[in-house]
């Protein structure tokens, strides 16, 4: 998500809210991975090859709909031998 450029505020806030929203769920084994895509096509397809090199299982994002077939396209080549 966009945590910089045009979207920054947004992607903040839904940071924030997602945090949030897991400290009251309690105890979670849940690990989250934030990854700033800056807004942009070549940041989200950089965001989502860092958060599979960190040992994400589940990527959600990016924000912008437009944005979403990179990082799912590098999410499908990592998952599939």
């Known amino acids: 998500m ?5 979207g920054g505020a947004i992607g903040r806030w839904l940071k924030n809210a997602a945090e949030m929203a897991l400290e009251d769920w309690g105890d979670s084994d849940i690990q989250r991975l ?9 940041g989200a397809e950089r965001a989502a090859q860092q958060a599979l090199d960190d040992g994400a299982e589940i990527i959600l994002g990016p924000l912008v709909p437009a944005k979403s077939a990179p990082p799912a396209a590098s ?3 990592a998952a599939c031998p």
């Open 75 to 77: 999410h499908i080549r």
């Open 34 to 42: 934030v990854e700033n895509d800056g807004g942009s096509t070549s």
């Open 2 to 6: 966009p945590l910089s450029g045009s």
